[in-house]
């Protein structure tokens, strides 16, 4: 069966078409530009989300020449926006996962975090949907439906109003492995009586589709990262994965039974396949690429192609801790700033970005420890996928400070990859989870240079600087 798969993520849209005999024959990518604006906030242009699916859908399909027999996508998430649901037209700019605004919405609530993290597995943050959800009701436009990203632009293709158990299951207002919105938990957001898409299982056909050629099913939804970790075969609880793009994303399966963290995770559906819920444990790094185009806006690295190039071998004694949009899990610190110690009059730029990429990794390497701390099973080696992968400077520092091999996903389209087995899933049950997953093999394994020692030593001092960068109480 050969298939349309869409990627919509924050700084861009892939598309490819899969098929099953000869892999990828058509790949297409358009950017998008989220804009970052003062007090936290980070918008993207609906319309622009729309066009770019629509055109790296038609030019993968065109690149492919081949009939198409499903459309997939994948989704970023926790971005929200205001439509009306009888025009289709969007009310709102969308509200991407990375905005801060709702961090009031989220303090008046403290007193119920805990039923928030137990319930929902999820940590009161605006880094989920609910908030924003929220805080565009309370300031900017109370007419339409207010739903996560996926929704308007599956409502664009199929003319449904869904979402998928993964991008529900990211919104602080549906119960962990319930398929139905909590009444409850919508209420002390003030969004009760809105009105709110179905929930479909990611195995699902949820609608049809004219847009990239003749009609075909569209299955398989599901949010980028749970995709990712589909692709990558991680199907036992204890395996795990890093994704590295605008920000890193680490999720662990945790089989058949939420595991609640007590070490700053959150707890999801990774998916709902035949009926069955599977869940995972994730942490996020916000900025990962996105740090890097830092770097590169102040003229240190033409861009991410020259990481390699031109970090040193040491850094000099140069620490970075990059929390340039706050420090997500296992912190939850969004006031956190970003910084650098260690610079003296022979600091170069390699020294900076060996220890920007080395800061990185210190971030996963927290995660993996909270994974470690909170599940039955610690992790042995992680896979990963992302533009990133790319820098083996960044690759080898993630396996030094990790302590645990590194092995790289061998395709560049790993999200689209799983969305496209899901939606293979959805016209074929009778193949089963794995059998639309296809097998690899690593590109490149990084093997822990660094002793255990000198990993601890390393992130000992890293911690103590990102202790810094955030204010304590009482201060």
Known sequence: MTVLAIDQGTSGTKAIVVDPAEGVVGIAEVAVHPRYLDGGGVEQDPRELLDSVLEAGRAAVAQAGRQIDAVSLANQGETVLAWDPVTGRALTQAIVWQDRRAESICADLTEHAAEFACRTGLVLDPYFSAPKMAWLRRNVERDGVVTTSDTWLLHQLTGEFVTDATTAS??????????????????????????????????????????????????????????????????????????????????????????????????????????????????????????????ASLGIIAGAHELDAVAATDSGGVLCVPALAGLAAPWWESAATASFSGMTLSTDRGHVVLALLQGIAAQIGELVAAVGEGTATPLTRLRADGGLTQSTVLMQAVADVVQVPVDVYPSAHATALGAAALADLSLHPDKGLRGVVPSWKPSSTYEPAWDAGRAEDFRSSWRALAATTYPREGT
């Open 170 to 295: 990211r919104s602080l207002v549906v119960g962990l492995g319930e398929n139905t919105w909590s009444a409850d938990l919508l209420a002390l957001f003030e969004l009760d009586g809105e009105r709110l898409p179905d929930i479909a299982a990611n195995d699902a056909v949820i609608g049809t589709t004219s847009a990239f050629g003749p009609e075909v099913p569209v299955g398989g939804i599901v949010v980028d990262q749970q995709a990712a970790l589909l692709a990558e075969s991680c199907f036992e609880a204890g395996m795990a994965k890093c994704t590295f793009g605008t920000g890193a994303f680490l999720l662990a399966n945790t089989g058949g039974t939420p595991v609640l963290s007590t070490s700053g995770l959150t707890t999801s559906v990774a998916w709902r396949v035949a009926g069955d819920d599977t869940f995972c444990v994730d942490g996020q790094v916000y900025t990962a690429a996105s740090a890097v185009r830092w770097l």
